[in-house]
Every structure is written in C-alpha cells, then in structure tokens.
C-alpha cells in the first residue's frame, strides 16, 4: 500500500488514546494526538498507568515531529494536547469546529486552547481576534438519521421517544448559546496554520483529507458532545478513522461506513466498562450488531477494534460477535496492541 499507518497510542497501550499516523507519498497526517490516564476500576497500578501514560505522551511527540498535519476530532484531552503547544509548530491543524456542535465543557477547552495557541505562536489575545457570531437556524440533527430515527426497539420505543424529546430539548438550548457565544475564527500564523474541518476536504498533492459533517459522540443527542470521522484516500486507497461514535451506536454512522469500504479502519467501540451506567444493554445490543455488519460489509484489510474498548477485562465477551465476525471470515479485526504483536494491558494486568 502507498498509504500507510501506524498506531501511535491507544487504550490496548494501558493509556486512553486513539493516536494514529497515517502517510501518503504527499503528507503525514497525525491524527487525535492526546492521552489521558486510565480510570481508578483498570485492573492496574496507579504506577504502571502513569508509567503508560508517560510512554504515550513521548510517543506522541516523536510522532507529531514526523507530521505535516495534525487533526483534532474533538476537545477531550485524550484526542489533543491541551497545553504542548510545540507539537503544533510547522503544522496544519485541522481541527472541529469550537462554535457549533460542541456542549459546553469542550466549548471552554477550546477556548482555553485557541488562547494558548494565540499567545504561543502570535503573540496575541484571543479576546482580540474573536469575532461576532452570525445567529442561524439549525434543523433537528434525527433528520439526517433515517435509520435509526425509524428503527423499531420493542419495549424500549416508549423510553426512547422520551429520551430523544429530552434530548431535543437540550440541543436547542445548545443552538442559543452558540448563536449567542463569540466566534473563534480559523487562525493563520508563521507557524501555524488552523482550519475548522467539520464537513470539509482538503486536498495534499494526490492526497484526500476530509471529514465528516458533526456525528453525535455516542448516542443521540449524547450530553458528551460531537466528533468529526476522518477520511483520507490516496488513489484507491482509504483509510477511516472514526473517533468516537461509541461502536459505533447510531445505525447510519455504520452505514455511512460501509458505503465508504475503507482499506483501513480504526473504530472505536462501546464503553463496556460503562454497562449500566453510561451504557445500557440496548445500546451495547446497537453496536454490537452494528460492528458485525461493518465487518462484514467492508474489504478493509485491517479493522483496528480498539479506544474505549480494553478498559475492562471482559470487553472481548461483550462484543463477541465482532471478533467472531472477523474470524469466520478472515478479516483482521484486532486491537491496536494486538497489531503490534503484544497482548492489550487490561488483558495482561488481569492474568
């Protein structure tokens, strides 16, 4: 392949990441360059998570120093470095937009880091450039889901309808605070230069980078906030990565997938180590049934199954059916340490 990658960090690693370095004979592309520490249930010692996490981190930088583009998917700190501003410098940073689609805590992060990169590389305040926000109209975001808007779920239609009247309730409320909160423009300085990628394309030589337009973070109307997925092709090659769609959960986002049959596919999965609390069976059920059709509706050679996933040592039972998927058919579904020829932490902590 012309294109090619290489996991740079991931939760299979002992420490919370989806870091990947993709190359095409145009450009280096870093992708979700953050890291954050294990939860306190990881089977593992407090010293050995930051020892993983330290090991990241270092990973990552050297990684970054191989980049021409650096994307950010979203503002959890375990898809961008919120204060090394370094890894940023001589890049093009392609990242979501912080004025629309985000819930309030990412809105303050962005904040805290288009600050950080103002005063690093321009030498500038942020509240200097911001800029007014031009009020518009957004449209119910279950319009672009017909599949999952029009899936039957059983006993479970009752809760769900509630759920998402809930759930609209509160988006509209996010909608005023966007039209009403200052914009923060794309930036340009000697050694940066950034771009909001939302349902873009860019274009590197022969090389394709594009997005997705915003894809809630998990379920609908997910209180987490929204991601962009990333596609970048070379000729008749692909690779995706899907950032955090949680499986992925929503019926469409799966679809949209398959229709793309990527060569390369780096899919997050469900928060198992959630169930019962942020994750409830029906959901797990989704993605579940949603990652077997993906596998198997997809030529990829690779399908890295990871991020979010090995955070608890049974999350190969809960998803069965995917590695099952990937087995009977031959296809390589495996998690990033798996990749690298090692055995995912939770996995070995737990021996």
Known sequence: MKLSFRPIWFDSLGAKS???????PD???????????????????EEEKIKWLVEGEE?????SEKADVIIISHYHYDHYFPHNMEIYRGKILLAKNPNEYINDSQRK???AFYSNLCEHFGDAKLENIIEETKAKEYSNPMDELPIARSKDFGDYNVRRKQLL?????????????????????????????VFFADGREFQFGETKVRFTNPLFHGIEFSR????????????????????????????????????????????????????GYLLNKTNLRRAVDNAVKIVKGIDAEVIIYDHHLPRE????????EVWEAGERLNKRVLTAAELLGEKPKVLECSE
């Not at 040592?313 to 069965?320: A, L, N, Q, R």
């Open 165 to 193: 009247e809930k759930g609209f309730k509160w988006f509209k409320n996010r909608t005023k605070k966007w039209n009403n909160s200052p914009k923060i423009p794309e930036m340009k300085f000697k050694n940066l230069q």
């Open 224 to 275: 987490v906030g929204w991601v962009f997925a990333t596609v970048v092709e070379y000729e008749d090659e692909k690779l995706i990565h899907s950032s955090d769609l949680n499986g992925p959960i929503i019926e469409d986002y799966a679809e949209w997938i398959i229709k793309e049959n990527p060569n390369v596919l780096i899919l997050d999965g469900p928060m198992t180590y959630m169930l």
């Open 59 to 63: 990973a990552i930088i050297k990684a």
């Open 313 to 320: 040592v049974h999350f190969k039972e809960h998803t069965k």
């Open 18 to 24: 989806s870091c990947v370095l993709v190359k095409t």
């Open 109 to 111: 992060r962005a904040e």
């Open 27 to 45: 450009v280096s592309v870093l992708i979700d360059p953050g890291i954050a520490v294990m939860h306190p249930s990881f089977p593992a010692s």
